[in-house]
């Protein structure tokens, strides 16, 4: 399919089919095309927690006001933020790109120097809404991902964050959840996916500039 018609065909699942279950390869494309999401400076603080464990989406699923695509998909999404952007945490992402493209210190260090100065001077709380807005970019890029590997998804804001980090241990790893996607194939009773896509049209949505 082009990647329009991936699109039209994509839509929020509401209903998933328990008895199928995604492959391992379906599931390591989605871990590597979430790595491979862009992020502000590169600098990539996020994480994904992978669950296929259903005592574990059970349970969870008090916590996503008990919307049941948490314990019906094959596979529970969950990204995170890291909380500690520090200067270690920018050091280690010079230190790998030293690492892998053996750029100079000389030719990486106004950069360096630049981050560790600016993100030295934020607070906590604007440092982790930076990191969410990184979660967003990775979120549509996995629900893009999706669309085209024919996946079905759920994206969901609609949880209890301190309760999955607490359930997750997320805290003790140094990490925030912020957003979940449940992922599979939907039910062929999930009424939703018959339904028209409701778009405002392209005129109201996109303005063009030309010379």
Known sequence: MSSLNSLQWRYATKKFDASKPLSPEQIDILKQCFNLTATSYGLQPLQLVVIKHKELQEQLLPHSFQQQQIVTASHLLVICIEKNIDAEFINRYFELTKNIRNTPEEILKPFREFLLKDFGAKPQQELEQW????????????LTVCAEEKIDACPMEGFDAEKYDEILKLKEK?????????VGYRAEDDIFADFEKVRRPLKETVIEIKE
């Open 131 to 142: 990191a969410i807005n990184q979660a967003y970019l990775a979120l549509g890029n996995l």
């Open 174 to 182: 140094n990490l925030k959840s912020v957003l979940i996607l449940p």
